[in-house]
């Protein structure tokens, strides 16, 4: 007998949705960074356990949107708390409800979807103060159930599942048994390029790259050979992106490549280029193009 279910990770910004989905498939399919907002397209994760498959959601951080690219990640997360088996609300332990914490809810409550409140990163606070945030949590809504847990060790992970188990229906899986996301390679080696633009560069300049993969393709050694355009939004960025004599857009390459390589199991010849496309998040011609669409 197999089962599936369908499960949203929502949540602010930076609260561990990607950590988390990661944990879970056990590999690295979404990317991380310390900065918010690094996830901008709903990430499809597919986890299995004991013949059920968990087909896992990872969205954008809830937050209050600045540009048309916010816009189109707040509504990402909006559409992706319906129609599901089950939505994962994940908070930080802090005994507070934020405006993005009330926005969840109350979009909870309208679509009427069965939730369950995970409660991340226990690993930093004491257990008293756990037990606040769970008070809180408590009286605000009426969570399925509240799972402590930390994504970055692991902690909580196994009784959470057996808790998604609950939600999961008899039935064919949704994806083949031997796939971990849906994202074709080249998207993923995209991804890989803007982590490391989000790790290696400081403020607002990496908010404003996008990265297209031109050319990705498998000579007869096995070496795949990728070319990446890293877009920027002003003259003044691409020179912090390229660095002096070149030295910023070598350690990006040299941290991507080293990434693609570990997951595309075969050595990587990367070359990238930086260009300029003034104010792309606002234009929605410019989202369509990298990808950033409602269809």
């Excluded at 990430?43 to 954008?60: C, K, N, S, W």
């Excluded at 926005?103 to 606040?132: F, S, Y």
């Excluded at 971990?180 to 404003?208: F, N, S």
């Excluded at 990367?270 to 234009?283: A, I």
């Amino acid at each position: 007998m197999t089962k599936a279910a369908m499960i949203t990770i929502c949540g602010r910004p930076n609260v561990g949705k990607s950590t988390l989905t990661n944990a879970l498939v056990g590999e690295k399919v979404a990317i991380v960074s310390p900065k918010p907002q690094t996830t901008r397209n709903r990430i499809t994760a597919i986890v299995e356990r004991g013949g059920t498959q968990f087909v896992l959601l990872d969205t954008p951080g809830f937050h209050k949107p600045r540009t048309r690219l916010g816009d189109y990640m707040v509504n990402v997360v909006r559409e992706s708390v319906a129609d599901v088996d089950c939505v994962l609300m994940l908070v930080e332990p802090v005994a507070s409800i934020g405006p993005q914490e009330e926005a969840l809810i109350a979009r909870l409550r309208e679509t009427a979807c069965p939730a369950i409140l995970v409660i991340n990163k226990i690993d930093t606070v004491e257990k008293g103060k756990l037990l606040e945030v769970i008070a809180l949590y408590s009286a605000a809504c009426d969570f399925d159930a509240i799972i402590p847990i930390s994504a970055r060790t692991g902690d909580g992970l196994d009784e959470l599942l057996r808790e998604l188990d609950k939600y999961a229906v008899e039935g064919p899986h949704f994806f083949p048994d031997d796939m971990i996301t849906d994202q074709p390679e080249r998207q993923i080696c995209a991804e890989l390029v803007r982590e490391k633009l989000l790790r290696c560069l400081d403020k607002e300049i990496p908010h404003g790259t996008a990265v297209e993969i031109t050319r990705f393709a498998e000579r007869e050694d096995g070496v795949v050979e990728i070319d990446a355009t890293i877009f920027c939004e002003k003259d003044s960025h691409k020179g912090i992106i390229i660095g002096k004599r070149g030295a910023m857009l070598k350690k990006v390459g040299e941290l991507a490549r080293a990434d693609m390589e570990e997951f595309l199991g075969a050595k990587v010849f990367l070359q990238t280029w930086v260009k300029v496309r003034e104010n792309w998040r606002d234009s929605l011609t410019q989202l369509r193009n990298f990808g950033y669409n409602d269809n």
